[in-house]
Structure formats: structure tokens, C-alpha cells
């Protein structure tokens, strides 16, 4: 398939702020001080002290917005818009500390008045734009690949699912059925029955004995075959007649049917070897990693030690029972530790609620709540809970004696979710990849929705994170953790 080209998406993004954010600067220079407005007094700009302090407050700006997540690809219009007002929100909320205490020189508030809906309007307008033009060219320029679909699998459903969600990139054509099947698709046909597949609603658009006359008719871009059990020949008269009017293709192996979640294809001589993918917290990486876990752990206590001891304080004085929790929970390679916590709930509970619901989460993908068509999966309104527990758990400030198991060598700072020993009982075997490191206090499933995701959901980005490691991706995750307690809801 096709490269994406994220990061000349995220460069064109920042070289487009730039120009916006300068723009709206100068238009709220002119209508404060040259525009005569009625409202506004006018007299000479203090041009040098504004443009000495752009370069900063710009910069103040784009990270706010990365941090916000307003250069995140994949998001609705609404959520970039919200995005942008966030970081010109959290921007100016830093002028205005800076210049509280940097009594040198501060901005005109006539001026700010202009400059906060300008940018707001502004941004907002390029990045509608920006949205716009981005998809006409994908389609203009081949950027958005029409799909056709070769054969049947059991792992298709999946594949199509995400082929249509993906919109801007791909527009699935329909399926090509094998020829072994076109008398009961010619009987189903002559018997008034619409010809789709019935799982995905594709329309059929031929017979893999049609492909030279499919692919010279141009119907699509790319051919993907899925087929569980597809002939040497099949295989090869398909490459052959998309090489033959240059159409891109691609396959399911079929043993992605026992890999299930990733596969890896190692090269010998030529010969392409397909296997499973493992982690890349390996050798130096491992060492690299418990070594930042050890000096970060001990960063953390240090500077957290007032909230530490006022939590424990409150803890002890709105409920009768110990301070920490301790709990089993199963770890790097399925070894048992002791997992440590502050209390949230009221003690002498009975965990039954929790099983039941654990269960259904991993084995029916069922949740919780279903609250205006949002899913949450986790127990929502628990009566177990007492109130300090559930302020501690709003800021995950109850995690934080995990720093415990991480400088004992049980956890890591960022890693897959620690899990309990009756959830490990209905696991499936692929589930259990996510012991190939140790667990971690946050993660990038909790940046990624975290209790709005299935448990399938939960394992594949486990999975991604341990087969793409590296500590460029351990800082992003720490960021987004600190954007999602502070300003979005850590839950």
C-alpha cells in the first residue's frame, strides 16, 4: 500500500500555524494601533518589543499544541479545534504569567483582545482548509488507493472493517470471488439473490479466472488477496496480472491465521521467511530502560514526597484500614509479585462484582456502561470506592506506589497493563505476549483511549508498544500521561 507521509503532514501543519499565528499577529497590531477604531486608541506599535517577544510566545504556542494533542492525524474536526483552543488558552495563560513577573515590557490587552479570536478563527479556518485540499489531492493523486478483494479468510472481516474506516486512504471496490464459486453466484444471480458477501456487504465484481480483464479495465489500484487456502497458481497468474498493468498487490499469509496479531518476514538469500514479531525490549534496550525507570522512579518519589505523605494522612482519616493495597498480580512472564497501591476502596469487599465483570470484558468484549452511545469499560459509580479514593483515582494519584515495584525490577514506568491472576485464566493464548516485558504504571493504551477500549483493543496496542519500543516512544507516552490526567479524563 501506499506511504502515508505523516511527517510532511505534521511539517506542513507547523509551517502553516507559522504563517497563520504571524498573520494574526500583525492584523492585531494594525487594528489596535492603525485602524482607528472607535474603541481602540491609536498611536505608534511598539514593534521591536512585540517581535522580540514573537519567536517565544510562538514557540509556547506549538508546544501547547503538541501537547494537546493538536497535531494528532487522526482525529475529527472538532476534537483539532478544541485542541487548538487549548494550547492558545494554555499560551496566553503563560504570557500573562511571564509578563506578571517580567515587569520589562508586556502586550497591550487591547491587542490580546484582538489576537485570541484571531487565532482561534484563523488556525481554525487553515486547519479546515487544510483538511479539504489534503483530501482532494489524495484523490487526485493517487493518495487514496481503490481496493479490490481476492478470495475469503477468517482474518478479512477485520481487514475490510479497516480499510473502510480509513476512508481518506482507501475505497474498497468490491471482492473477487474464485472461479470455483461463480456457478452458485451465477445460481444466486438467476434466483433474483443480490450477489455480496454477507459479512461485509462487498458486491462482487468478478471471478478470479476475469483478473487479466479486471486489471486492464482499471477498476482498482491495488489487489489484496485474503484467500485462507489459495492455489500456487491463483497466487502467481494474480501477480502476474497486476504486474502486468501495474497494479500494487498484496496477501494475508495464511499462517497470519495462528500468528493472529503480528507477523514478521525475515529475508535468506531471497527466500522470505514469516514468523512472529517479538519485543524490542532486548539486551541494551532492556538495560537502557531500567535505568531511566530507576533514576525517573527516584526523580518522582523525591519531588512527590509532600503529596505522598498528605494522601496517606487522608487516607488513614476518612477510612478505617491500611494505607497501601496489596495485590497479586501477574507480571514479566507470568511471574506473580506483589502490587502495591493506595487504598481507594473501603476494606472487607467482596471481588465477585469485579470477576464477573473481568470476565465478560475479556471473553464478550462486553461493557460496563453504554452512556449516550460512549462505552466504558471498566465499573463505573463502584459503591467500594470511599471519597478520597475516588479523588486519588480521578488524577491516578493512587498508582504512584507503584514506584515501589519499579525500583524493586517487578514494573517499569511505561509498559503493559499489570494484570490479575483471574483475568490471566481466560486469556487466550496470544492475550499472554503481553508478558514479554514487565508491566508499567502507565502505557499507550491508557494514552489511547484507556477505558474506552475493548480488551482486544488494549492487548494489540500492548503488543504494538512492545514490538516498536524505543525511549523516543517511552517520552511521548509520559507527555501524553501527563495531558491526559491534567486536562482530559484519566479513566
Known amino acids: 500500500m501506499q506511504d502515508r507521509g505523516l511527517a510532511e503532514h505534521k511539517l506542513a501543519l507547523f509551517l502553516l500555524d507559522m504563517a497563520v499565528f504571524f498573520g494574526a499577529l500583525n492584523l492585531a497590531i494594525y487594528l489596535r494601533y492603525s485602524a482607528n477604531l472607535p474603541f481602540a486608541k491609536g498611536g505608534p506599535a511598539p514593534w521591536q518589543d512585540i517581535f522580540i517577544a514573537y519567536p517565544f510566545v510562538a514557540l509556547i504556542w506549538i508546544i501547547a499544541g503538541a501537547f494537546v494533542g493538536s497535531y494528532r492525524i487522526f482525529q475529527s474536526p472538532i476534537e483539532e479545534i478544541s485542541a487548538v483552543f487549548k494550547a492558545t488558552l494554555l499560551t496566553f495563560l503563560a504570557v500573562l504569567s511571564a509578563t506578571f513577573f517580567y515587569r520589562g515590557f508586556s502586550y497591550s490587552r487591547g491587542m490580546i483582545v484582538f489576537f485570541i479570536p484571531l487565532v482561534l478563527i484563523l488556525v481554525s479556518i487553515e486547519r479546515l482548509c487544510f483538511r479539504v ?182 487516607i488513614r482519616l476518612s477510612s478505617p484500614g491500611p494505607i497501601l493495597y496489596v495485590q497479586q498480580r501477574v507480571g514479566y512472564r507470568g511471574r506473580l509479585f506483589s502490587f502495591y497501591k493506595f487504598r481507594s476502596m473501603h476494606i472487607g469487599n467482596d471481588d465477585k462484582i469485579h470477576r464477573e465483570y473481568t470476565r465478560k470484558w475479556i471473553t464478550e468484549n462486553k461493557a460496563h456502561s453504554n452512556q449516550r452511545g460512549n462505552q466504558t469499560f471498566k465499573i463505573v459509580n463502584d459503591p467500594r470506592i470511599f471519597w478520597v479514593g475516588k479523588f486519588i483515582r480521578k488524577f491516578s494519584i493512587d498508582e ?85 490526567i491534567l486536562i482530559d479524563k484519566a479513566y
Open 133 to 314: 485540499i489534503r483530501h482532494r489531492v489524495l484523490i487526485r493523486f493517487g493518495g487514496q488507493s481503490r481496493v479490490a478483494i481476492l478470495g475469503r479468510s477468517k482474518t478479512d472481516a477485520a481487514l475490510i472493517t479497516a480499510l473502510l474506516e480509513d476512508k481518506e486512504y482507501y475505497r474498497v471496490v468490491g471482492r473477487i470471488e474464485l472461479s470455483v464459486n461463480k456457478q452458485e453466484n451465477k445460481n444466486d444471480s438467476k434466483q433474483g439473490t443480490s450477489i455480496t458477501t454477507s459479512d461485509n456487504d462487498l458486491t462482487t465484481i468478478g471471478f478470479s479466472d476475469e483478473l487479466e480483464q479486471l486489471c486492464a479495465s482499471g477498476s482498482f489500484d491495488s489487489l489484496i488477496i485474503v484467500e485462507h487456502q489459495p492455489s500456487e497458481n491463483i497466487i502467481l497468474e494474480s501477480i502476474e496480472a497486476c504486474l502486468g498493468h501495474q497494479i500494487a498487490w498484496s496477501m494475508i499469509p495464511s499462517v497470519h491465521e495462528l500468528l493472529i496479531d503480528r507477523a514478521r518476514i525475515t529475508l535468506i538469500d531471497g527466500i522470505p521467511l514469516i514468523g512472529m514479531r517479538g519485543t524490542n525490549i532486548v539486551g541494551f534496550n532492556w538495560a537502557a530502560k531500567r535505568i531511566i525507570d530507576i533514576v525517573v522512579s527516584l526523580i518522582i518519589l523525591l519531588l512527590s514526597s509532600p503529596l505522598l505523605i498528605a494522601v496517606a494522612i487522608a
Open 400 to 484: 504512584l506506589p507503584q514506584l515501589i515495584n519499579v525500583l524493586r525490577g517487578e514494573m517499569s514506568i511505561i509498559g503493559p497493563r499489570p494484570a490479575l491472576p483471574y483475568e490471566v485464566e481466560v486469556y487466550r493464548q496470544w492475550h499472554r505476549r503481553r508478558f514479554e516485558a514487565p508491566p508499567g504504571i502507565t502505557g499507550l493504551w491508557q494514552v489511547s483511549g484507556r477505558n474506552r477500549l475493548s480488551f482486544e483493543e488494549m492487548v494489540k496496542l500492548d503488543i504494538e508498544y512492545l514490538e516498536n519500543w524505543s525511549l523516543l516512544l517511552d517520552i511521548q507516552i509520559l507527555l501524553r500521561t501527563a495531558r491526559v
